[in-house]
């Protein structure tokens, strides 16, 4: 372990306790304010269908394009993590996306700009994850490290229930603005505290660089599973994005629930698919660390519960069977973002590995979210859930435990 620089600042040294408490602390806060701007869009398009004209369509080319800036952001700020402080990266990622947030709205009626906007506010966000996740398996132990990804996953989901709830009362500009300063306070206060915790000595970085593995890179991260957890990602990140991204709309159109009662009942179902990342843990610590198993099981419970989705036609036990659906997908997704990406600590690659993941993620998602938003029209919602129990399906296949590898236990 490479010997912490900086000063004391009157903290014990060596105190794991208290640098997983303080890191994991600010990192949650700041992705909840990433959250909550990021889903603002999502739960304000029945508003703004309804009340200013705009066209399911339209909006979801907007949504594409920003996750398609976020996927290559992710790529490229993963790799650019792995050489600049976190502080850097966290602190303008937060800071030019609010600025972003708060132009997005006035660009609308001009489809160039409007796509432009809200594609780079993507790719300030994406200047977050990887780096956050590379400073907190740097800086805390192995099993704090996990609790840490915890804290701002389960932060993350929060989001879009406080996104949700203010969409519920405030007309959709307002809530860009809410967005908008949210991100602006947070980037000031993670600047500051980042410096901080480095003058004490809480942060350092690059402690583990991989040197043992120098010079093999590609072929590391394959011993470690990178291809079975690209898969994985692709079909998580479908449902915990692009899916959740529609179910505002599916509730006003498909369930016939107004735009606000969707906000509503968005909030509340996005609260408690939040409780995910909890159950991932626990789960996976009761089934002796076997991040196949759960995995499978996280799969095919949500696959069944599409299958569900489907079927039942009554309109609370349909949000029921959907919450659930969507619950175990983002099981499935805690496992990989909680669990194997700081699990990779020791390659030194934390943050372009992470950042490769979440492009594939993202990626896929932008892919999907047009392709639901046209689907929508073409097939109907009902086969679009078809559409959806079929990626769960394949998620079932690509879980099982084949050509496993000593290295890729946790």
């Known amino acids: 372990m490479t010997k ?20 994991g602390t600010l990192c949650s806060i700041s992705y909840l304010g990433v959250y909550f701007a990021r889903n603002i869009l999502s739960v304000v398009t029945p508003q703004m269908i ?50 972003c947030n708060a132009l997005f709205p006035h660009m609308l009626d001009i489809p160039f700009a409007a796509h432009l906007t809200y594609g780079m506010i993507g790719f300030f966000l994406s200047m977050l994850y990887a780096p956050m ?40 500009q307002a809530v860009f603005f809410m967005g908008s300063a ?17 003058k004490a000595g809480i942060v350092t970085y690059n402690q583990f660089d991989g ?43 498909y369930l016939g629930f107004s735009p606000q009662n969707s906000g509503l009942i968005f909030t509340v179902a996005t609260f408690v ?17 076997n991040m196949d198993l759960v995995l499978l099981l996280f799969f095919a419970g ?30 499935a997704a805690s496992v990989l973002w909680s669990i194997y990406c700081p699990s990779l ?21 932008a892919v999907s979210s047009t392709l639901f938003a046209n689907a929508v029209t073409a097939i109907g919602w009902n086969n679009l859930i078809l559409v959806w129990l079929v990626l769960m399906a394949a998620g079932v296949i690509v879980a099982l435990p084949i050509g496993k590898s000593e290295r890729s236990k946790t």
């Open 50 to 99: 309804e009340t200013s004209g705009y066209a399911e369509e339209y909006i979801g080319s907007i949504s594409s394009m920003f996750f398609t800036f976020y996927a290559v952001g992710q790529l490229i700020n993963g790799l650019v993590g792995d050489k600049i402080k976190a502080r850097y990266m966290i602190s303008f990622g937060l800071l030019l996306a609010g600025i």
């Open 133 to 172: 996740t590379k400073v907190v398996a740097e800086n805390t132990e192995p099993h704090y490290a996990a609790r840490c990804c915890l804290g701002y996953t389960f932060a993350s989901y929060l989001g879009s229930p406080a996104a949700g709830l203010v969409a519920a009362f405030f007309m959709w």
């Open 211 to 253: 040197k043992k593995e120098k010079g093999k890179g590609l072929k590391v991260l394959i011993e470690y599973r990178i291809i079975k957890f690209t898969f994985v990602s692709v079909l998580t990140g479908i449902v915990r994005t692009a899916v959740v991204f529609w179910m505002p709309t599916y509730l006003a159109q």
């Open 302 to 331: 949500s696959a069944i519960s599409f299958i569900g989705v489907y079927l039942v036609d009554q309109p609370m036990l349909n949000i029921c069977m959907l919450i659930l659906a969507i619950l175990f997908n983002n099981c």
């Open 273 to 289: 698919i939040s409780s995910s990342a909890f159950i991932a843990v626990f789960i996976y610590e009761r089934l002796k660390r």
């Open 4 to 23: 912490r620089k900086g000063k004391n600042m009157n903290f014990p040294k060596n105190n794991s306790v208290r640098n997983a408490v303080f890191i």
């Open 345 to 365: 600590r020791d390659t030194g690659m934390v943050s372009g590995a992470t950042g490769y993941l979440d492009f594939m993620s993202y990626m896929a998602a």
């Open 182 to 198: 949210s991100l602006i306070i947070m980037g000031i206060l993670c600047f500051i505290c980042f410096l901080y915790f480095e």
